[in-house]
């Protein structure tokens, strides 16, 4: 069997395969816009307002808020993933320039936006007005330690008075109703999933066949809770202001939320 999760950093090679994208291509494009235009109307961010998405993937959530107006900097890990949201927004750009489009979002401004390759645990070479961490992407580092100097370069980047959004799972909700396994099937692939809590981790096993080759990738995120942010908010001098439990920013119940969104201030 063939396992390409070889990297020190199992992250560092799953989210570099096209496999990985193949599997969750069935996100929520809509839900995610109107989460973009909710969060930042709450924050009352001004209409120049400079945002870093941090670990960004593909950078949906960084075109959105760039369809809002905003100037936007989206930064990962992953060089396939940027260079996906590079080419993603030439094409969005000329698909525009040729076509009249109907959504209800501004046309991509590809003046205020870029992105960019970036290990998160370093502080970014500029400051923000607000940095966003999306859709669970924390907690896959090897070295705890990792998740502490990631929110204190996160607070590098932010402006005096700045705000910081970390979207992240409700653990204790997600534990709850951990699923053992299920089978999904993506473009003629079925991927077989196992899940598991163990040792202060969700694990996620991800098997398939593909061109007659077996893969074999594990996806790890540490059950960090509210009170683990709590604490790397406090080592990091950041005040914790708004706590969400979903995506309409309705109050977190630690027993039933689905997210854990907190909005923290500089």
């Known amino acids: 069997m063939s396992?390409?999760?070889?990297?020190?950093?199992?992250?560092?090679?799953?989210?570099?395969?096209?496999?990985?994208?193949?599997?969750?291509?069935?996100?929520?494009?809509?839900?995610?816009?109107?989460?973009?235009?909710?969060?930042?109307?709450?924050?009352?961010?001004?209409?120049?307002?400079?945002?870093?998405?941090?670990?960004?993937?593909?950078?949906?959530?960084?075109?959105?808020?760039?369809?809002?107006?905003y100037r936007v900097t989206g930064v990962d890990l992953s060089d396939s993933s940027i260079a996906f949201a590079k080419?993603?927004?030439?094409?969005?750009?000329?698909?525009?320039?040729?076509?009249?489009?109907?959504?209800?979002?501004?046309?991509?401004?590809?003046?205020?936006?870029?992105?960019?390759?970036h290990n998160m645990t370093l502080a970014y070479d500029q400051v923000f007005d607000a940095v966003f961490n999306l859709f669970t992407s924390f907690g896959y580092f090897n070295d705890a330690e990792d998740n502490l100097?990631?929110?204190?370069?996160?607070?590098?980047?932010?402006?005096?008075?700045?705000?910081?959004?970390?979207?992240?799972?409700?653990?204790?909700?997600?534990?709850?109703n951990?699923?053992?396994?299920?089978?999904?099937?993506?473009?003629?692939?079925t991927f077989h999933n196992t899940r598991r809590f163990e040792n202060g981790f969700i694990y996620k096993d991800i098997k398939f066949r593909d061109n007659d080759h077996d893969y074999h990738f594990t996806e790890r995120v540490s059950a960090l809770t509210l009170e683990d942010f709590q604490s790397y908010f406090a080592a990091a001098g950041l005040d914790l202001v708004d706590v969400y439990g979903?995506?309409?920013?309705?109050?977190?119940?630690?027993?039933?939320?689905?997210?854990?969104?907190m909005i923290f201030r500089n």
């Open 149 to 176: 100097k990631t929110i204190k370069a996160i607070r590098q980047n932010l402006k005096p008075g700045g705000y910081g959004v970390i979207d992240f799972m409700n653990v204790h909700q997600v534990i709850k």
């Open 3 to 69: 396992n390409l999760n070889t990297s020190d950093q199992w992250f560092a090679s799953w989210f570099d395969t096209p496999y990985y994208h193949i599997l969750y291509r069935d996100r929520d494009d809509a839900e995610a816009g109107a989460f973009m235009k909710r969060l930042s109307q709450r924050l009352k961010l001004d209409e120049n307002a400079h945002i870093m998405d941090l670990a960004c993937g593909r950078g949906r959530h960084s075109m959105y808020l760039n369809q809002l107006g």
């Open 246 to 261: 979903n995506y309409q920013l309705e109050d977190f119940d630690q027993q039933t939320s689905e997210r854990l969104i």
């Open 87 to 117: 080419a993603e927004l030439r094409k969005t750009a000329l698909i525009e320039s040729t076509h009249e489009e109907s959504s209800s979002l501004a046309p991509i401004d590809t003046s205020k936006i870029e992105f960019h390759v």
């Open 178 to 189: 951990l699923v053992p396994q299920n089978s999904k099937t993506e473009e003629g692939i």
